[in-house]
Structure formats: C-alpha cells, structure tokens
C-alpha cells in the first residue's frame, strides 16, 4: 500500500518531467495500481519523458521505501488524440474532453465516491480535485486547467467550476460504476481504444496520422509513430540550445567549459541544468561535457545539488538571523 507521502512524490514528480519537457496536463489520476494522464506534447518528446518520469518514479519510490525492482507493471499504453488543429468536423472536442472526463471518472467507477453521497472532489489524488475544482492560483503551472474548462462548456470562475463538478457528479450517481464515462463514437469504443487501439479520433485524424507517421501494424504498435525522427531528436536539440545558452551566460566555449580542471563547476552547473530541463541520457552528458561516464555524471549533480541548497539554508539562516536583530528593540531588556 502506498502512503500519501508517495502520492505526492508522484506529483512532485510528475511535475518535474513536465518542467524537464514542457508537457501541459489536461487531466490526471492516480489510482492504487495505476495512472492515468491526458497530456499535450509541444515538442516530440513523449518517449524520453515517459522513461524519465516511470524511471525516476520507481528509483525514489524504492528508496524511499527500501524496496527494489520493477515498479510498473509493464510497458506505458499511449494513444494519440484528435484536437481542434487536426480535425474541421468540431468532433474534436467529443473525443478530447472525453477522455478528460473518463481520467476524472475513474474514482467512480472503482467505487471510492459515488456521486451522491461522496463528490468526485473528495478524491484528492486528480487533476479533478486539485486543479479543476480551486482557483487559479492553487493550481500548478503544468496543468492547462482554463483551456480544458472551457472545453468542457464552463467558464474558469467559481460558478463555472461548481456547475462542472455538480455535473460530473450527477453524471457518476446516475451510470453503473463500471460504465461511467465510457462512451462511443463513430463505432469506436474509448475502452476497446485504450486497451487496443493507437488513436482516439475520426478515420480522417487515423489517416492523416499514417500519412505523417507511418502505418502503425498489429505487434509494432505505435513503433512507426514513436519511430519518428522527431522523437528521437528532439531531446538533443532542446539540450544543445542548453549548452549555448550556457557558452553565453558563462562567456566561454564550450571546449573551454568542458577542460577537466579541478574545482571548475561551470560544467557540473551545465550538467545539472540538462538533468533538470531535459530528458537527455546521463552517457550523452558525460560525452558533451568530458565528465568521464554516466554515473560519474549523477554523482556530480546530486552533489552539486546538495551544496546548492545548502548555501540556500545558509543564506536562509543569515536572513532569518538579520530579521531578528532589526526586529530586537533594546528597550525590551
């Protein structure tokens, strides 16, 4: 059983992928046993993102809990999305908000609320709860909670967000559990789609996709479309405007900033701004930045991280010190 300590380190975690990828979340939940996210992908960075968040969930899941080995089951199931850009028929946001409703839904359908007697908002462990159902300002930066409102009918105020979940309530209280917010359109099954299929959209939305994509063939899967020379260069691309940006900041090249000297941390600095912003292996940061190898790499980071708060704590602990000493009046005495 996971606590609520491990909850939000999935969050927390979460969170940092969709700095590290610049991911927007329309919709998220998480289950005992699973999760699921509905997610705009920008640049064409899903895979790398999906291997860092899983990878990096499970290492401080086990750490945490002193435990070892596979956290997930299995291989991540992705399917694409048809959204206004790729379709004129306006069924777009059938097919969008859909599934943004089945991810809030899900705590209905394993029986936690109910709709009537219990709101979907007293589950805490989704977008629907944190995000949807609060203010603007209580929400995280990743989430694109206004757009998905207003693609729900609503407007993001506070009557807007009362009518959204009242609805979605009645909608849990009125369906069988195991049904809520399963639909069908065009002959296609939103549950047979995430157990089978590779896209949820019209035919027109499929073909286009295979026409940009590939054809994605039974036991490939989504490989033509994961495939892409897209995916498999964007992380790169995204790291080495990283590394000129830092030849700037730095005012030096980059084979300067990469010299093995001692006690130099312009290159960890870098290192450790690709860990956080990018989903580029530790193997090809050791190799751009001559920090010998992968491991080498996160020992560095994870240092230069602890010293990073540390002299955040010590300047901390100077501040509160200095506030003392103008707030002490001598007459107190």
């Known amino acids: 059983m996971f606590s609520d300590e491990d909850r939000n380190l999935f969050i927390d975690t979460l969170g940092e992928v969709c700095g590290q990828t610049g991911w927007e979340v329309f919709a998220w939940v998480l289950m005992e046993n699973h999760y699921h996210l509905a997610v705009r992908t920008p640049e064409a960075n899903l895979v790398k993102g999906m291997t860092w968040f899983q990878n990096a969930f499970t290492r401080r899941i086990n750490s945490r809990n002193q435990l070892w080995g596979h956290l997930f089951g299995g291989r991540y199931k992705a399917i694409l999305v048809e959204d206004e850009s790729n379709s004129e028929s306006g069924l777009w946001r059938n097919y969008l908000t859909t599934l943004i409703d ?114 994605v063939t039974q036991g490939t899967k989504d490989r033509g479309v994961r495939g892409s020379e897209l995916y498999q260069r964007h992380d790169k691309v995204g790291a080495e405007r990283i590394l000129r940006q830092g030849e700037k900041h730095f005012g030096a090249k980059l084979e300067v900033l990469s010299e093995p000297r001692y006690g130099d941390l312009r290159r960890v600095a870098l290192a450790y701004a690709l860990v956080k912003r990018t989903t580029v292996s530790r193997s090809w940061i050791a190799e751009r930045l001559n920090l010998k190898s992968a491991a080498n790499v996160s020992q560095r980071v994870k240092k230069f991280e602890q010293e990073k708060a540390g002299r955040l704590g010590e300047l901390e602990r100077k501040w509160r010190s200095k506030i003392q000493d103008l707030s002490h009046d001598p007459y107190d005495d």
């Open 102 to 215: 089945y991810i809030h839904l899900n705590p209905a359908r394993a029986g936690l609320v109910d709709g009537a007697e219990t709101s979907l908002l007293e589950y805490p462990w989704s977008s629907l709860a944190s995000a949807y159902g609060v203010g603007p300002s209580k929400r995280a930066k990743w989430m694109v909670v206004k757009e998905g409102i207003d693609l729900l009918g609503e407007k993001d105020t506070v009557a807007g967000r009362r009518r959204l979940i009242q609805r979605m309530d009645e909608w849990a209280a009125s369906e069988a559990r195991e049904r809520a917010g399963l639909v069908e359109f065009e002959g296609q099954s939103l549950q047979s789609t995430l157990r089978r299929g590779w896209y949820w959209g019209t035919q027109e939305f499929r073909e286009r996709m295979v026409e940009r994509f590939g054809k």
